[in-house]
């Protein structure tokens, strides 16, 4: 077993790692890691009010400070059942977009871009690319301005307050921040340019959901009553866990999120591809120029995606400015009453959806529920780092591995702060498989499934366990056969174990046993053929978290009878192991 790993990853935001498992020819394994431990911010709101929380909420990261502070004020407005004025909608959109312009300009230009040019940080290449690095300089300290004139501060600003605004800014500070976005915009426009024209590996390239909020309206907006799925689905704010799903994992303090058993991303990317249509301006010609569909299955085009959302600031900054200055007079917030009641704040971060549900009982927060953007997009972070690492072993590029998995993060722009310095890649000993089974036996009630084909040699391998379980009075045991025909996993639920035998072609010596989950499978193209009926037939679709195969190389699958001397013996070696 080898194992590749960055254990710290450099250029995120926060403390992580990923790490990659080799067994001989195949990817067994990616972990995204995170290290930083929990914020507790939601056990530290019970028992505030509603203002208290408004405050300490945010609390959570000071990079998306601001995305919180809509987040939580939409939640709990919508709680407290409190419309605020046009103005005040107005002024929180103009805060956001200083977030949003800090945030992407931080990350394409100082922890993206180096790997593209070939330099280990932004200061190494500074020297070569001054005029990238001073205009990501002057975006970020524009953006950094806005950020303090309309929410009092750069970092946990709190002049945003439930019912409206505090102070508004002036009319001078308005035209400011006005003149000085559009003489932006030429910059702008070379940033889009810059970064739509990377040359993007595409390895990896493996379609997924994207989901982000629907602003309504037809129009392209950073928040929104109802979340969008590519899929064409939509889900009212209060319904957002039948998108989350939420679950942990033993090798992160970050939660996980799965959409129907599957993993799915957010951010600037999924925006973009379920929105883009509604660009307007100069970001729409440009989305026009560049948007293809490699940007629908490759994660690298984040960058690309944020690049176009700098350009959509930039001129929603001008249009938001005239908005606000039709209203000649600054209204005070609105008068609300404090009683029982849960509402839900659906905003887009920087780096992609961010939930806050919010619940007051007797005047007192009871409940809160963060569901940050990290969380959501960690499953598919290993995913494309696992279809990544085995497309780039398969093809004999082991020594890529490990750059390739930080490409891929760092395009996430993952705020580990959030959430709850990068790769490793191991190769197994040997013999690791008998560890594995030991531990993915133990963890759940384990359902033992022999797969194959009976008159074709070593397929036979699967079957022949199966049968020899069942000799051995092993509960839970069945054949291919009595699964697709009786919907036999209809009777199980996440608290079992699925364990499939089969013989597997992963191009290695004859008998070698390897132990996958089921989902490193289904990202293997040349294996997954064979358990889509499986699959199919597993209607909880948390249960493929805790499917495993057991494969055993074939030395033959032709047809005829009787196992190979090396099969043979891999298949007494497993039933050895589980009967002991």
Known sequence: MKKISVDHLARVEGNGGISATIDGKVVSDVKFSIYEGP??????????????????????????TLSHKNAVLRAMENALQVEIHPKSYLCRELMHMGEMIESHSLHVYYLALPDYLGFPNAIAMASDFEFEVKIALEMKHFANHIMKVLSGRYIHGENPIIGG???????????????????????????????????????????????????GNNKYGFWGDEIVLSTGEKFFRDDYKNLTNEYVVSHSYCKRSRYQGEPYSVGALARVNNLG??????????????????????????????????????????????????????PEPVAYTVKNGKG???????????????????????NVDIVTPTAQNAEDIEKYCHTAA???????????????????????????????????????????????????????SPVFIGVGKPDFRDDASGIKIAEKLRDLKLHDVWLESEIIRDHQLERYNKQHTLIFFDAVDFNEKAGKITVLSMESVLNHSQLSHKFIPFVSNIKNPNMLNNAYVVGIQPESVQEGTGLSSSVQKAVNDIINHLNN
């Open 165 to 215: 605004f505090g102070k508004f800014p002036s009319r001078e500070e308005l035209l400011f921040i006005k003149n000085r976005a559009i003489q932006f915009m030429p910059f702008v426009k070379k940033t889009v340019e810059l970064f739509c024209e990377l040359d993007y590996p595409d390895v990896p390239e493996q379609e997924t959901v994207y989901a982000c909020c629907e602003p």
């Open 39 to 64: 914020r507790l911010i939601e056990k530290l709101t019970l028992g505030l009010t509603p203002e208290e929380d408004v405050s300490m909420s945010p609390r959570i990261c000071a990079i998306c």
């Open 390 to 444: 085995q497309k780039l072993l398969d093809s004999r590029q082991e020594d890529q591995i490990k750059p390739r998995m930080e490409l891929v993060v760092r395009a996430f722009d993952p705020c580990i702060s959030c959430s709850a310095h990068m790769a490793e890649v191991k190769h197994v000993p040997k013999g690791n498989w008998k560890t594995k089974l030991k531990q993915i036996t133990e963890q759940r």
């Open 344 to 366: 839900t704040g659906l905003v887009e971060a920087p780096r992609g959806l961010l939930i806050h549900h919010h619940e007051v009982k007797d005047g007192r927060v009871s």
């Open 277 to 330: 249509d509604r660009l307007s301006g100069e970001t729409s010609k440009m989305y026009e120029k560049y948007f293809n569909k490699r940007w629908t299955v490759n994660p690298l085009f984040h960058n690309a995606a944020q690049a176009l959302e700098i350009s959509y600031c930039f001129e929603r900054i001008v249009e938001l400015v005239n908005e606000i200055l039709e209203f000649k007079e600054d």
